[in-house]
Structures are given as structure tokens and as C-alpha cells.
Nanobody
Framework: QVQLVESGGGLVQPGGSLRLSCAASGFTWDYYVIGWFRQAPGKEREGVSCISRYDGSTYYADSVKGRFTISRDNAKNTVYLQMNSLKPEDTAVYYC??????????????????WGKGTLVTVSS
């Protein structure tokens, strides 16, 4: 059974940084994509970033490009989202996601097969 457990959310001031972690377990496939979606109050869910276990390729939404960095530690089965220069509009519940897929994500993240429960990030002074 696939499990995705997020951690690292919290309250941060504008311009600050946070690092989210996603501990993934239960995969029986060799290749998959781990990503991050977010949903702000009253807004649609938005794909933020993802990373492919197949080739290490990454994807970022335009809204976070240059500020967020996704990375992975295969030994720990953990994916990180380093968020810098945070803005109030980054406030949202951040969900770790997984897609069973063996390919590149340079063009974008695909359909999500599994969701974590989410962690709240609040950017406010």
C-alpha cells in the first residue's frame, strides 16, 4: 500500500524559507514520479513541481520557478521541496503526490495516482 507522508509545513514570514519533506513507502514499481500540488482557500488545486525516479528530470510551475527546488534522497525514499523567497500567495495546503510512470517530466507532471494528506504552509507577517 502506497503511503505518502508530508512534513515541514508551518508559518513563515514573506521572503522566508521552508523545506517540505515527503516520505514515500509501499511502492512495488521501479519507476514513479513524486510531486507536489497545492490548494489555496477558494482556489483550484495547482501542480507545483515533480521529479521522476526514472531519469531525475524535474518540472516546476511558472509561479514557483526560480524560488522552489525539488530534490530526492533515494536511500531514504524521501522527496524534498525547498521553498525560498516565499510570498503570501504561496499560502496553501501542500500535498505530496505519486504517479506510476517511467519517463521524463520535463514537459509536465502527469495524472496523480496517490495523494498524501497535506501540510499547511502559511506565509504571513
Amino acid at each position: 500500500q502506497v503511503q505518502l507522508v508530508e512534513s515541514g509545513g508551518g508559518l513563515v514570514q514573506p521572503g522566508g524559507s521552508l523545506r517540505l519533506s515527503c516520505a514515500a513507502s509501499g511502492f512495488t514499481w521501479d519507476y514513479y514520479v513524486i510531486g507536489w500540488f497545492r490548494q489555496a482557500p477558494g482556489k483550484e488545486r495547482e501542480g507545483v513541481s515533480c521529479i521522476s525516479r526514472y531519469d531525475g528530470s524535474t518540472y516546476y510551475a511558472d509561479s514557483v520557478k526560480g524560488r522552489f527546488t525539488i530534490s530526492r534522497d533515494n536511500a531514504k525514499n524521501t522527496v524534498y521541496l525547498q521553498m525560498n523567497s516565499l510570498k503570501p500567495e504561496d499560502t496553501a495546503v501542500y500535498y505530496c503526490t505519486a504517479e506510476i510512470y517511467s519517463g521524463s517530466v520535463v514537459a509536465g507532471c502527469g495524472e496523480v495516482d496517490y495523494w498524501g494528506k497535506g501540510t499547511l504552509v502559511t506565509v504571513s507577517s
